[in-house]
């Protein structure tokens, strides 16, 4: 038995792996949902996949929840382990995967940006580089869930800016939750306006305009 196979026993054994929605324990070296949470998350079909993995609602709703304003910083692979054989085909032939960014101000209020992480983890399981020096939001927003659709789209315009590094490049935009896609457009307009040869945007969940959401960021 190797080294390796040794530590995770004695993690799982020290830690059990646990359900990133409801916490319910998982077996020895799972990870993500567990048995009962796994049936009720709704993959998108038909062109709603290609803009996110999943629907926003249910397990995966309260996994993200917890991961954006839980300190759960853990639960980006996870996350991320969920959605790489969807987000597979958009990442195809990309030069990079770029995060959707915080303000600097929310970033020291939350103490770190969800949408890296998942762009990291998503990143290493493609194997495309993630790319934090292309895009910066300087323009602080109030939270878009907190907007109707014409606000959200107003809230962020000018938000983003991307640097001249971009010129050339095919990029990925990734973000945790897409609503209106106002965010993920704006942040591509900012890309593009640099000379990005093509700009593309992918989100782990699709929630509604109109839904009720603590995990929303447009």
Known sequence: ??????LRGLVDLLAPPRCI???????????????????????????GAT??????????????RQFKYAGRS?????LAL??????????????????????????RSRGYDQA????????????VPRR?????????TPPQVTLDRVGRIRNVEGAFVASPR??????LVLDDVRTTGSTLADASRALLAVGARRVQSFALTLASPDASLAASSG
């Open 116 to 127: 890296s992480l998942l762009a990291g983890e998503l990143a290493r399981l493609v194997g």
């Open 74 to 78: 853990e639960l980006a692979r996870p």
């Open 132 to 140: 934090l020096d292309l895009l910066d939001r300087v323009r602080a």
């Open 51 to 64: 803009v996110a993995a999943f629907e926003h609602g249910g397990p995966l709703a309260d996994a993200v």
């Open 166 to 171: 971009a010129r050339g490049l095919s990029l």
């Open 21 to 47: 929605a409801c916490d319910g324990a998982l077996e020895p070296g799972g990870e993500g949902l567990c048995e009962i949470c796994a049936p009720l998350v709704e993959p998108l079909g038909g062109a």
């Open 82 to 107: 969920l959605m790489v054989d969807r987000a597979r085909s958009a990442a195809a032939g990309v030069d990079a995967i770029v995060p959707v960014p915080l303000h600097a101000a929310r970033l």
């Open 1 to 6: 038995m190797s080294l390796t196979v040794l």
